[in-house]
Nanobody, 114 residues
Framework: QVQLVESGGGLVQSGGSLRLSCAAS????????MGWYRQAPGLEREFVAD???????KYADSVKGRFTISEDNTKNTVYLQMNSLQPEDTAVYYC????????WGQGTQVTVSS
């Protein structure tokens, strides 16, 4: 059993910043990819960014240049630094891990006011 615990969401004004964290614990054998997805009301869940075990990262076009994903393998933790936030970034943000075990976090709300 693997648990994913997210933190760092909240309410911020347009142009502000937030940093999300997601820590995996439990029977973590190996994590190949750690990533972030988001889901806004009425929309499907969409890819935001991910980072592989080797450190290679990918971003959705909508967040390139504003968001940065990073990881601490020693802590099985992935981070998402979000700068220049806009109202359209408002969503529930979910972390996802892939490897022998694939799973999702419970989500953390990010609200950006205009």
């Amino acid at each position: 059993q693997v648990q994913l615990v997210e933190s760092g969401g909240g309410l911020v004004q347009s142009g502000g910043s937030l940093r999300l964290s997601c820590a995996a614990s439990g029977n973590v054998v190996r994590i190949d990819v750690m990533g972030w997805y988001r889901q806004a009301p009425g929309l499907e869940r969409e890819f935001v960014a991910d980072i592989s075990r080797g450190g290679s990262s990918k971003y959705a076009d909508s967040v390139k240049g504003r968001f940065t994903i990073s990881e601490d393998n020693t802590k099985n933790t992935v981070y998402l630094q979000m700068n220049s936030l806009q109202p359209e970034d408002t969503a529930v943000y979910y972390c996802k891990i892939q490897g022998p075990y694939t799973g999702w976090g419970q989500g953390t709300q990010v609200t950006v006011s205009s």
